[in-house]
Nanobody
Framework: QVQLVESGGGLVQAGGSLRLSCAAP????????MGWYRQAPGNRRELVAT???????NYADSVKGRFTISRDNAKNTVYLQMNSLKADDTAVYYC???????????????WGQGTQVTVSS
């Protein structure tokens, strides 16, 4: 099963930083957008940040000013630089990518396996 490959999660102290990476395999192409969701224990999955191939970004209010999403379109890779981490940033972070088929513009979503980010207070 094709999935996105995530890395960069771990355990950090409050105020620290982590950089998440997510790469789509070469078999996935024509990606229109990539981004990150997260899910904390007992909570629903929430959107953290998205970025289009054109560089348009969107952030959850809770991470604005602290997180930065970027991408390398040639590598189908998205990054999430997380600074000034807080305890409530603790969650499993899931990468996603949306492929748009050039022929008929049909859409397919792909997901990473999730990477744990734990911020100690």
């Amino acid at each position: 099963q094709v999935q996105l490959v995530e890395s960069g999660g771990g355990l950090v102290q409050a105020g620290g930083s982590l950089r998440l990476s997510c790469a789509a395999p070469g078999s996935i192409f024509s990606i229109s957008a990539m981004g990150w969701y997260r899910q904390a224990p007992g909570n629903r999955r929430e959107l953290v940040a998205t970025i289009t191939t054109g560089g348009q970004t969107n952030y959850a209010d809770s991470v604005k000013g602290r997180f930065t999403i970027s991408r390398d379109n040639a590598k189908n890779t998205v990054y999430l630089q997380m600074n000034s981490l807080k305890a409530d940033d603790t969650a499993v972070y899931y990468c996603y990518a949306r492929r748009v088929e050039p022929v008929d513009l049909s859409r397919t979503n792909y997901w990473g396996q999730g990477t744990q980010v734990t911020v100690s207070s």
